[in-house]
Nanobody, 120 residues
Framework: QVQLVESGGGLVQPGGSLRLSCVAS????????MYWVRQAPGKGLEWLST????????YSAESAKGRFTISKDNTKNTLYLQMNSLNSEDTAVYYC?????????????WGKGTLVTVSS
């Protein structure tokens, strides 16, 4: 039974930082690619970042490079997203997701998301 639970969202002022967490269970966390995806109000899904099972290689969207850092702790089955220099455009629900495990770049399970609101 796969379960992904995001946390760490909340209200933050422009220029501030947040660290999101995603606790995974029901699968071998250390064997799967993991992702962060977000959805701004009224907008579609936007892929942010990807991390390979061991955590040594990451990929990030242009909107995340230089500000967001994906990481993971395989001993805790936890995925992280460190977000710095936040602005209003970062207001969104942030989701973590796991890879299908076949042929890559397919997300088969998603968490319920955590809301990040960037506002003065």
């Amino acid at each position: 039974q796969v379960q992904l639970v995001e946390s760490g969202g909340g209200l933050v002022q422009p220029g501030g930082s947040l660290r999101l967490s995603c606790v995974a269970s029901g699968f071998t966390f250390s064997s799967y690619w993991m992702y962060w995806v977000r959805q701004a109000p009224g907008k579609g899904l936007e892929w942010l970042s990807t991390i390979i099972p061991g955590g040594s290689i990451t990929y990030s969207a242009e909107s995340a490079k230089g500000r967001f850092t994906i990481s993971k702790d395989n001993t805790k089955n936890t995925l992280y997203l460190q977000m710095n220099s936040l602005n209003s455009e970062d207001t969104a629900v942030y989701y973590c997701a796991k890879d299908l495990g076949y042929d890559g770049w397919s997300m088969d399970y998603w968490g319920k998301g955590t809301l990040v609101t960037v506002s003065s």
